[in-house]
């Protein structure tokens, strides 16, 4: 086995760990047992082809390239006897190119790339790239061309078209790329740049554009955190927009780094809670269905080990996952078709085979954000398997409430889902999460925020309500003015009249005197007689007698006594007519009026 023996043999989960009613299963398909798979090809690179079916790269002689159905049929070509697939040449790794066929790397002397469609039909290439160099992995650039890595001394990185037309990057020649360092796994990163690793001493990062330009990023022993000596081997792009790769040596290692290659994290084995000290090491990596990051470490006991991109480890055991042998431990794995994730095992007498993994979960943005509610948002990928999902929701990222559970059913299409609690409190900053769970793994989303909208402003005042005075009256409406004492007096008096009336509300009520005088029309007003209106339509006029009195006044009827007497002097004889003016917070509002005579005796 050249590339390593890492395959994932457990469930996935987006940041969380599998619940203890959750658990992931494994499938393999033995050679030598399954039907069309042959005993002892040593089954090393894994990938998914246009065809959707999985195309597995076996070194063991005289070569072997498998094609399986998810379904587990196999389609062996052979070797020295497909034609143009030269035999004993050693499959490494394989990948899907852009072409629709599969490319795959031929480490042994004098060494070779290959072309096989998904037909079967084998074409190789060996032009423009040094002979015996050891090709190792493969991946296809943001470019369009195929680049593969090859580990002998000085070193090489190879860029190739789907024509074949190869130029080769040197160890030691290329500027920024240093000599003798064994190039290994090579991936590509989000930037558009590829990566790739030098597993000799002290351990090397490098990146390299598309058009050839090498740069060291990161070296073992002077990268902050990056460990000296750990033989860094396989590289990949995580889905937190770190690269991720493994360190054979000093215990093992899995390490994640940004991009500039300012830092290393690592989790090292037997020591990071989770990642158990076993007799293999962390060999190739991939990414998995469920967004999580996997890696073989094989053995006499094998097993798989599971990183979240928050550093949450999980170690499963071949013997005993269920379905996972202690040999089968995995080389290259890829996330399938299926949603299940599928490797290659090199351990005699061959295994491929697939783990189950949890659901794929991204947290969404919250929208349509109130006052007391917020719709949250998000997308699941089941994997294959029936799963629910709720979102978690707080004023921490401790949470403390969840929305119901609601189902999904089996499948691999990403489905978006949604939930929309009404418990929540205005202006207020909620963490919230999707959490997913199938019969695999539970998967919980990446923390996210939210701010809810104010309390709405509390509704304007109601209008202030006018006063309003009515059903002024007199009784009786013929009397004779005192003549002394107030204007007003209580309703138990018996001096003048007893005045009623009635107000809609509470109001401080003004009331005044009009006496009836004769007039001529003027228009619309009734004005004084004069010489010259004398033969003007006569009218009837009101004419303001000064001084007036107020009262208070309750709603409803009101009732006092009327001396006949106003601004300290009493009226005399004649017809007039008492106007009531209520005012209430400072409006006035709708007078009544009432007449009256004041009479001698």
Known sequence: MRCGTALLALALAVGAAATATAQPTVTEFTGGVATGFSANTVPVGITVGSDGNLWVAAEGDPGYIEKVTPAGQFTEFTGGVTPNFTANLGPEDITAGPDGNLWFTQYKPTGAVGRISPAGNVAEFTAGFTANGDAEFITVGPDGNLWFTQSENPGHVVRMTTAGVATEFTGGVTSGFTANTIPGGITVGPDGNLYFLGVGSPGHVF???????????????????????????????????????????????????????????????????????????????????DGNIWVGLPGNDSAIVRVTPAGVVTTFFGGATPGFSKLGGPAHMVAGPDGNLWFAGPNAPGFVGYITVGPRVITGVAGSIAPTAAALTGTVRPNGQTTVYHFEYGTTAAYGSQTADAPLNAGVATLPVTATPGDLQPNTTYHYRLVATNDSATTLGDDATFTTAPPPPPPPPPPATIAAASRLALTPTTFRAAGAGPSATAARHRIGTRVTFTLNIAASVRFTVQRKAAGRRSGTRCVAPTKRNRRARRCTRYVAVRGAFTRPGSAGTNAFRFSGRIGAKKLRPGRYRLVATPTAAGKAGTLARAPFRIVRR
Request: proline content about 10%; glycine content about 16%.
């Open 207 to 289: 990146q390299v554009t598309p058009s050839g330009t090498v740069t060291e990023i990161a070296t073992g022993g002077v990268t902050p955190g990056f460990t000296a000596n750990g033989s860094p081997l396989d590289i990949t792009a995580g889905p937190d927009g770190n690269l991720w790769f493994t360190e054979q040596k000093n215990g093992g290692r899995i390490a994640r780094m940004p991009l500039d290659g300012s830092s290393v994290t690592e989790f090292v084995e037997g020591v990071t809670p989770g990642f158990a000290s076993m007799s293999g090491v962390p060999r190739e990596i991939d990414v998995g269905p």
